[in-house]
């Protein structure tokens, strides 16, 4: 990966983070779950996109692949890498899994894509980053939202939360995404702000 490549992640996933929490926040509160599984979603839905299945498919639908399987998987890496990076070690054999469910928040895989896939989607085409990149970097956006609710739902439970978010992206055909308008006001903010300092590879 070069560097020019490197860089664009990390701007990507620092824009998804901050995004995303402005999107999810209310009253200047945000529910950690919702956050959490939403981010990963994306991330999921990202690394979906990229995969070019026939678009046709009817939007909520379970789609099992192959690719899914293999580069499903990436994501989770990423996010683990980063919450070392983060000081927050923690492999896959540590995640408490009986918190793999989407019943810990109260959006649904819709509600997350329409809140959060048109932040995503315009700034991927703003910055013509591949597909596969943005999963990435949404995949670090993941890790960095994992350890920075970590006071409130410890790291092991997170990272589940965040699997299962992967999972769930990654096998669910993405619904249509309308343009929006704050998009550029938080793409502008994600810019200014300070980037950040772990480094994944």
Not at 33 to 48: F, K, N, P, Q
Not at 148 to 156: A, L, Q, R, T, Y
Not at 176 to 190: F, G
């Amino acid at each position: 990966m070069s560097d020019d490549q490197y860089q664009a992640l990390i701007e990507a996933a620092n824009f998804f983070n901050q995004a995303s929490r402005a999107r999810l926040t209310t009253n200047d509160q945000f529910h950690p779950e919702t956050l959490i599984l939403s981010v990963s979603r994306m991330a999921g839905s990202l690394m979906y996109r990229s995969f070019e299945f026939d678009p046709e498919v009817e939007p909520g639908t379970t789609v099992l692949s192959e690719q899914a399987n293999t580069d499903g998987p990436k994501l989770m890496n990423v996010m683990f890498t980063t919450l070392r990076q983060l000081g927050s070690p923690i492999s896959q054999e540590e995640v408490d899994h009986d918190y793999a469910s989407a019943k810990l928040s109260p959006l649904s895989f819709k509600g997350s894509h329409e809140r959060l896939a048109p932040l995503y989607l315009g700034y991927i085409e703003k910055m013509s980053l591949p597909l596969h990149d943005a999963a990435l970097g949404a995949a670090i956006a993941t890790g960095i939202t994992v350890h920075d609710c970590s006071k409130v739902i410890p790291v092991e439970q997170g990272s589940a939360l965040a699997i299962y978010g992967f999972v769930e992206g990654t096998k669910t055909a993405p619904y249509p995404c309308v343009s929006d308008p704050h998009a550029t006001d938080l793409h502008a903010s994600a810019r200014k702000s300070k980037k950040p300092w772990y480094k994944l590879w």
